[in-house]
């Protein structure tokens, strides 16, 4: 059993930046992969970035390449999300989501993620 508890969220202007915590507790660490998900109203939840079990792989989505930066560390078993240069249409939920142990490949839908977080609000204002 894995537990995430997310935190960093927040109300920003546009252009600044805002990095979210996600600490995990139960499990192995590298054996499983990661990743963050966010959902804005009355949308689907959708993959934002993603890290396999050793952290040698990270996927982001197209919409946040190049702003958005996925880590994660290992000795306190937090997954971090990095955002820059952030737009409106960044605002949503953002939520921590870890796969079943031994399941490490990044994979960018919801339904292959069995543990989640309570998830963290994101504002950007224009």
């Known amino acids: 059993q894995v537990q995430l508890v997310e935190s960093g969220g927040g109300l920003v202007q546009a252009e600044a930046s805002l990095r979210l915590s996600c600490a995990a507790s139960?499990?192995?660490?590298?054996?499983?992969?990661m990743g963050w998900f966010r959902q804005a109203p009355a949308k689907e939840r959708e993959f934002v970035a993603g890290?396999?079990?050793?952290?040698?792989?990270?996927q982001h989505a197209d919409s946040v390449k190049g702003r958005f930066t996925i880590s994660r560390d290992y000795i306190t078993n937090t997954l971090y999300l990095q955002m820059n240069s952030m737009k409106p249409e960044d605002t949503a939920v953002y939520y921590c989501?870890?796969?079943?142990?031994?399941?490490?490949?990044?994979?960018?839908?919801?339904?292959?993620?069995?543990?989640w977080g309570q998830g963290t609000q994101v504002t950007v204002s224009s």
């Open positions: 890290v396999s079990g050793n952290g040698a792989t990270t």
């Open positions: 139960g499990g192995t660490a590298s054996t499983y992969a």
């Open positions: 989501a870890a796969r079943s142990p031994f399941y490490t490949s990044v994979k960018t839908s919801p339904n292959d993620y069995a543990y």
